[in-house]
C-alpha cells in the first residue's frame, strides 16, 4: 500500500467512472435531502444480504458494527470530499475486504444493491421531476463506480500478495530471490 | 579479489572435464558472483533461475524426507544442468554434456564447492 500513487489512481478513476467536479457538487448540494434517508439504505442493504445465504455467512454477529460503518461511508458520499483522503479510505476497504476472505463479487454485487437503493429514493427526493433525477443518478452511479474502482484495486493487488505469499511459503524461495527471478525476466 | 578467486575456482572446475562446458557461482538470493558462461547465456536469469531451482529442490527434500540436499540435477536433451550449494550463502551450477561421467563430474563439482564455501 505504501507504492500505491494515489493521486493518480484517483485521477484515473474518476475520470472512468464520470466523477466531474459538476457530479460531486450535485451530490453535495443534495446531501440535505439524501442523508435522512440513509439509515434506511443500510437497513435495507443488510436486510438483502442477511437474505443471501453466501453472504449472510460473512456477516454473522457483526450486522450492528457494519452497520454504522456503512452509514458513516453512504454519509460521506453526500458530503466528499472525494479527495486523496477518501481514495486512500477506499483502497484501506479493499484490503479489509481480502484479509476477511470476502469473496471477490461482494463489492459489485453489494454496490449494485446500493445503486438500487439510492437511485430510488434519488427519484423520491426529486420530486418527479425526471431531468433532476437522471442527473442525481448519474451523480451517485459516479461515486459510487469511483469507490469501487478504488476498491478493486486495492482488491487485487492484496489478493496477488496473499497469492505470491504463498508460493513463497510454499517454495521455499525468499522474496529477494523471487524478485530477482522477475527482473531477469523483465517481468 | 574475491570474485578472481572464485573464477579461478570455476575454470579449474572447467579445465577439470572436457564433459564440463560452463560453471558459475550464484548467491542463494539469485546474483550472479562469478560465471564462466557461453556467450549466449543471460547471466542474470542463468542466476536467479539456478537460486530458484535450488531453493526448490531444498523443499522438495525437506518435504518428502530425503534429508538435507545435496544437489539438484536437471538433464535435457542437450546435456546436464547440476546445482550443489557451496555453503551457505552461495550455488555452484555446472552444466554438463549429455555424454557426461557424472560420477566423475559430481567428485570434481563437491570440491569446488568446497573450495567456494573456503573463499566466501
Same mark, same amino acid.
Given at each position: 500500500m505504501d507504492n500505491v500513487d494515489f493521486d493518480e489512481l484517483m485521477d484515473h478513476a474518476k475520470r472512468f467512472s464520470g466523477l466531474t467536479p459538476e457530479r460531486e457538487s450535485l451530490l453535495v448540494a443534495s446531501g440535505d435531502t439524501v442523508r435522512p434517508r440513509l439509515?434506511?439504505?443500510?437497513?435495507?442493504?443488510y436486510a438483502m444480504l442477511l437474505s443471501i445465504p453466501k453472504t449472510a455467512v460473512h456477516l454473522e454477529g457483526r450486522v450492528e458494527s457494519l452497520k454504522a460503518t456503512h452509514l458513516q461511508w453512504l454519509t460521506s458520499l453526500f458530503t466528499g470530499p472525494y479527495d486523496v483522503e477518501y481514495t486512500a479510505a477506499m483502497y484501506a476497504v479493499g484490503d479489509a475486504h481480502v484479509r476477511v476472505k470476502l469473496p471477490v463479487e461482494f463489492m459489485a454485487g453489494g454496490m449494485c444493491l446500493i445503486q438500487n437503493e439510492l437511485a430510488r429514493i434519488a427519484g423520491e427526493v426529486s420530486g418527479g421531476d425526471v431531468d433532476?433525477? *437522471?442527473s442525481l443518478v448519474s451523480a451517485i452511479n459516479s461515486v459510487l463506480g469511483f469507490s469501487l474502482m478504488v476498491m478493486q484495486e486495492s482488491y487485487q493487488s492484496s489478493s496477488l500478495a496473499e497469492e505470491l505469499d504463498r508460493f513463497l511459503a510454499i517454495t521455499g524461495m525468499s522474496?529477494? $530471490?523471487f524478485n530477482n527471478l522477475a527482473d531477469a525476466y523483465q517481468i | 579479489m574475491r570474485s578472481d578467486l572464485l573464477t579461478s575456482i570455476l575454470s579449474d572446475l572447467n579445465g577439470s572435464s572436457a564433459d564440463i562446458e560452463a560453471s558459475s *557461482?550464484?548467491?542463494?538470493?539469485g546474483l550472479m558472483m562469478a560465471a564462466m558462461?557461453?556467450?549466449g547465456l543471460d547471466e542474470d536469469r542463468v542466476g536467479a533461475m539456478g537460486a530458484a531451482m535450488l531453493s526448490l529442490g531444498d523443499r522438495t527434500a525437506q518435504e518428502l524426507a530425503r534429508g538435507s540436499l545435496e544437489q539438484v540435477l536437471i538433464k535435457g536433451d542437450n546435456?546436464?544442468?547440476l546445482m550443489t550449494h557451496a555453503g551457505k550463502e552461495a550455488v555452484l551450477?555446472? $552444466?554438463a554434456k549429455p555424454s557426461a561421467r557424472l560420477g566423475l563430474i559430481f567428485l570434481d563439482v563437491k570440491r569446488a564447492a568446497e573450495a567456494i564455501s573456503k573463499v566466501l
Open positions: 439509515q434506511e439504505v443500510t437497513d435495507n442493504f433532476k433525477t *437522471v522474496r529477494v $530471490l | *557461482v550464484i548467491s542463494t538470493d558462461l557461453p556467450s546435456g546436464y544442468v551450477s555446472v $552444466l
